[in-house]
Nanobody, 121 residues
Framework: QVQLVQSGGGLVQAGGSLRLSCTAS????????MGWYRQAPGKQRVLVAT???????NYADSVKGRFTISRDNAENTVYLQMNSLKPEDTAIYYC???????????????WGQGTQVTVSS
């Protein structure tokens, strides 16, 4: 079995910073992309940022220049540093990992449990 466990998040004032972490554990052979998504009340889950195993990153336009995604491949951990937070960043944030559990195995997508980020104005 595979688990993605998130930490971080909480309540912060506009302009503040938060850092999210997500660690994958279990029967993992390799992890391809890892990423962060968010879902605001009444809206669909959307991409925030992704990072490949080689370190290539991709960001939603709304967070470019404010958020930074990084990962520690040795620890199977992905981070999201969020600076200059805005009220519109308020959402539940989910981490995601596309991984294989064995050599030449199928690629599966796993999700973390979600963590609330609330930015007050």
């Amino acid at each position: 079995q595979v688990q993605l466990v998130q930490s971080g998040g909480g309540l912060v004032q506009a302009g503040g910073s938060l850092r999210l972490s997500c660690t994958a554990s279990g029967s993992i052979f390799s992890i391809n992309a890892m990423g962060w998504y968010r879902q605001a009340p009444g809206k669909q889950r959307v991409l925030v940022a992704t990072v490949t195993s080689g370190g290539d990153t991709n960001y939603a336009d709304s967070v470019k220049g404010r958020f930074t995604i990084s990962r520690d491949n040795a620890e199977n951990t992905v981070y999201l540093q969020m600076n200059s937070l805005k009220p519109e960043d308020t959402a539940i944030y989910y981490c995601n990992a596309d991984l294989r559990m064995r050599v030449r195995g199928s690629l599966y997508s796993y999700w973390g449990q979600g963590t609330q980020v609330t930015v007050s104005s």
